[in-house]
Each structure stands twice: as C-alpha cells, then as structure tokens.
C-alpha cells in the first residue's frame, strides 16, 4: 500500500506543472564533481536587488530564521527601492489616488511614504517573518534551461509553489498570506481605500507583481550573457 501511495503521489507531481517538475522533460545530467556551479546573480541589470534567486542546480541548504529575515531587509532597505517608491507614488500623484493626501509637495511625500512602506512591508513579510514563522523558503529557484516557455510558466507558477525548509514543495502561504497581512496592515495609513474590494485589488497587484519578478529573476542571467557577449 504505501508503495502504491508513493507511485500515486509521484505521479500527480509529475503532471502538475505548478509544482515546478520538469513534465515531459528528461531528467537533468547528474553533473560531474568537477563541473562548474551556476553562479548567483544579486543584481538584475546590475542595479535591481535580487537577494531571493539561487539556482535550482545547486545543492539545496534551508535557511535559518535569520538569514531570511536578512534577505528581506536587503531587499527592503536597499537603494533601488527608494526610486521605485518615487515613481509609484508620482503614478498615485497623477491618479489622485487617496484624495485625502492632497496634492503639491505635501501630497507626494505622503504618497511616496506609503508607497515606500507598501514595499517595505510586504518584502519583511513574504521574504523574512511569514517564511521563518512557517519554516518555508522565500527563495525563487532559477530553473535556467528548456524552452522559454517552459520557463515563463514555471516563473509565473512559483508564486503558488514554495519549497519548505524540509525540501518538500506545498502551496506558496508567505507569499499569499504575507501581502495579505501586508494589505492588512497598510489600512492603518491608507484612510481613502480600507474596504475589502481595495484589499483584494492590493493582494492581486503585489502577487502579479512578484509573479514578474520571477519572470525576470528566471532569464536575467540569459540577458546578461548576451550582453556581455556582445561587449
């Protein structure tokens, strides 16, 4: 029976595409002790911070609390983040989003704190406190060959999927549940949108925002080689 369970299982992994399996692929080459090692890549266009990639190749190590809790403070407090915050909350500024903000210089300094602290805060939750509270890993694991499409998808599908401490995958809570908490949390400086429509439409946007950002942790590198091919 519990061979059985265990084929069962493995089956339904292999069809589900969500949960990262290379369905329909051949297995990877075991590499040889001697080969080289993908190289983590902490910068996307050398500028953008990218602390979450690793490279699925690699040999997989769980975090310890702290280190997660490092990774989101980089990504949180790092310099690129601040521009970032500049051009959504001149965006929020030309909509005229939270009419209670006002506009001129004053409207755009509260637009940019909290468009600053939305970032700031669902990066400690998705990527530091939720994943060290429920022993996942906020890590996106580069899958880094196949088809591009094949990739895209796998990118996209990871913001459902997240690996545990443990190795095993499980359906991605920190990522769900930490913009959730994060939108939650954001209603205590946001007076114009604290309905439940608004919160929604918060979660969608931060999720589909870091399904993108899968996407380009995923064919970064790919760019980067090229670009420097051509130098």
């Not at 890549?41 to 609390?65: C, Q, S, W």
């Not at 997660?68 to 407090?77: E, G, M, P, Y």
């Not at 995923?218 to 130098?231: A, G, H, I, M, Y």
Request: charge should be positive.
């Amino acid at each position: 029976m519990l061979v059985f369970r265990n084929a069962l299982a493995a089956g339904v992994f292999s069809v589900c595409g969500l949960l990262g399996q290379d369905a329909g692929q051949p297995p990877a080459p075991v590499a040889k002790p001697d080969a080289p090692q993908p190289v983590e890549d902490k910068r996307i266009y050398g500028v953008l911070p990218n602390n979450r990639m690793t490279e699925k190749a690699l040999p997989f190590h769980p975090l310890t609390a702290k280190e997660k809790v490092v990774i989101a403070a980089k990504d949180s407090f790092d310099v690129p983040v601040y521009p970032t915050a500049g051009l959504f909350a001149a965006l929020y500024q030309i909509e005229n989003q939270n009419p209670s903000f006002g506009q001129g210089m004053s409207g755009y300094a509260k637009r940019f704190a909290t468009a600053y602290g939305d970032q700031m805060i669902g990066n400690m939750m998705t990527e530091g406190f939720v994943p060290a509270l429920i022993h996942a890993d906020p890590r996106y694991f580069r899958l880094g060959d196949g088809s591009k499409a094949h990739r895209t998808l796998y990118a996209l599908s990871q913001i459902f999927v997240t690996k545990m401490d443990s190795g095993h995958r499980t359906f991605n809570f920190e990522e769900w549940g930490g913009n959730a908490a994060a939108a939650a949390i954001s209603n205590a400086y946001y007076p114009d949108t604290r309905d439940a429509r608004d919160n929604a439409e918060k979660l969608t946007i931060q999720c589909a925002t870091d399904a993108f950002s899968n996407v380009l942790k995923e064919f970064w590198p790919d760019v980067k080689r090229k670009l420097q091919k051509r130098k």
